[in-house]
């Protein structure tokens, strides 16, 4: 097993420009819901299933009285957020199941295991998404409602596993960054939450960084992320106008233009080029590839122009690997300051073109 998959360690993803439709023929038009366990409004004798079928239960202690305007920005994209994630898995373990094409096992996969696996967290995610919509109900607040046209750029097992290990590594960083505003905005009942859920992904991401021949253990200290940036990312797995109150995220959240990584680097300092829609792009202007990696100040590479074509401009920068130890999640953004940029809410304040996600080793 090894010598080949450990040959193809690094993944570069641009979430963003995967948003073409295809829409999930589920037979109906309320998309994947409800699920057989009654998920996203399970009765109480449904809900006591899923807490079977997750291993755990939700919380039964009281959330705080009150909660911040950022706070509930926050739970609002946890949310939906999660949400995704339980579709996702859903369909994974469908996928694995029902014997679709290019989800056999590879040989050294126990079969009932994995099932086993993305069972229990396919009710785990399930949970994570309860736990946010009934904190939203406890403060009065509109629930994101599902959407219903789902689809993920991944059609066999290697970019099913690749795919949830890019976005959960993501979602360390997103959660880190809801944790601290949180704890910015008085909300710290709210912070053990998301520490505990942050947890029990990165247990599962330990699993997919397994299933890919990698080390569990991606980075001492996981990439920071922004709710901008992850925001962006997700709608590339649905179509937006299918999820009918998605305004009272991006009310409050802001969408990137998509960034699309074209070379996918190794762990080793070379070129790489991405490539950005044509109508924002102001030839002349000096604009600058951000890297964000780590809990490390953002790395700005000069971004050079290498072509374009009427709709599509082709950029390239560096990809520093070698002087920053650049593993794990990387995030990528285009903007038009050289920084320096303190962190990468600074970065997220400034990207035009955003994001793209390179995991090397
Ligand atoms: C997954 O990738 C590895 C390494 O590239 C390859 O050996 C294996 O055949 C792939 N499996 C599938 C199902 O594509
Ligand atoms: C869609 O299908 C599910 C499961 O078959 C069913 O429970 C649900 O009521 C259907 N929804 C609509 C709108 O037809
Ligand atoms: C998931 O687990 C539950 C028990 O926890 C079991 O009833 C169900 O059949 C399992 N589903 C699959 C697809 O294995
Ligand atoms: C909640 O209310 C208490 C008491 O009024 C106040 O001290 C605290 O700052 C409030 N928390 C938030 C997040 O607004
Ligand atoms: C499941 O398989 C279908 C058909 O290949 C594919 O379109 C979809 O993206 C897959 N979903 C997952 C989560 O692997
Ligand atoms: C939610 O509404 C109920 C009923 O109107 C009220 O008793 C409760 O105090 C409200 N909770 C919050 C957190 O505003
Ligand atoms: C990374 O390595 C692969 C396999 O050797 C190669 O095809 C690819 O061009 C390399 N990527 C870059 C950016 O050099
Ligand atoms: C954009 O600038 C590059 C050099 O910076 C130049 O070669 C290219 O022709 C310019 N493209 C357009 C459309 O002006
Ligand atoms: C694209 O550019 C070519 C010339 O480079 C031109 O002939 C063509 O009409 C353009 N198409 C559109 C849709 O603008
Ligand atoms: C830089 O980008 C920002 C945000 O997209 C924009 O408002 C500003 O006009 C741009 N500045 C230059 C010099 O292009």
Request: aromatic share 12%; proline share 6%; hydrophobic share 40%.
């Amino acid at each position: 097993m090894r010598a080949s998959i450990l040959a193809s360690v690094t993944v570069g993803l641009a979430l963003g420009a995967f948003a073409a439709p295809s829409p999930r023929d589920d037979g109906n038009s309320s998309g994947p819901f409800p699920f057989e366990d009654g998920f996203p409004s399970p009765s109480p004798e449904q809900l006591q299933e899923i807490f079977v079928e997750a291993h755990g239960t939700l919380s039964n202690s009281s959330p705080p009285t009150n909660v911040s305007s950022q706070g509930l920005i926050n739970l609002r994209l946890i949310d939906f957020a999660e949400r995704i994630e339980a579709v996702y898995f859903r369909e994974f373990l469908k996928n694995v199941t029902t014997g679709v094409d290019g989800y056999e096992l590879p040989s050294w996969v126990d079969y009932d295991y994995f099932v086993n696996f993305l069972n229990v967290t396919q009710h785990v995610e399930e949970l994570h998404n309860l736990d946010a919509a009934t904190a939203l109900a406890h403060f009065n607040q509109t629930a994101i409602q599902p959407c219903t046209d789902y689809h993920f750029p991944v059609s066999n097992f290697n970019e099913s596993v690749t795919l949830a290990m890019t976005f959960t590594s993501n979602v360390f960083g997103l959660l880190g960054e809801i944790v601290q505003i949180f704890a910015q905005s008085g909300d710290f009942g709210l912070t053990r939450h998301v520490v505990q859920v942050v947890a029990n992904e990165g247990e599962q991401n330990g699993f997919f960084r397994y299933l890919l021949g990698r080390v569990p253990d991606e980075l001492p200290f996981t990439t920071t992320s922004t709710r901008e940036f992850s925001f962006t990312a997700l709608q590339g797995f649905v179509d937006p106008a299918s999820c009918p109150n998605i305004n009272l995220i991006s009310q409050d959240i802001k969408t990137f233009d998509a960034l699309t990584l074209l070379d996918t680097p190794n762990a080793t300092t070379s070129d790489i080029r991405f490539a950005v829609a044509s109508d924002k792009y102001v030839n002349g202007t000096s604009y600058s590839v951000v890297y964000n990696n780590q809990l490390n100040t953002p790395i700005v590479e000069p971004a050079t122009w290498v072509s374009s074509d009427n709709t599509t401009v082709t950029l390239k920068a560096t990809f520093p690997y070698d002087a920053h130890l650049m593993n794990g999640l990387t995030i990528a953004a285009i903007t038009n300051s050289s920084g320096p940029f303190a962190d990468v809410d600074a970065v997220s304040a400034a990207a035009i073109w955003a994001p793209a996600f390179i995991v090397v080793n």
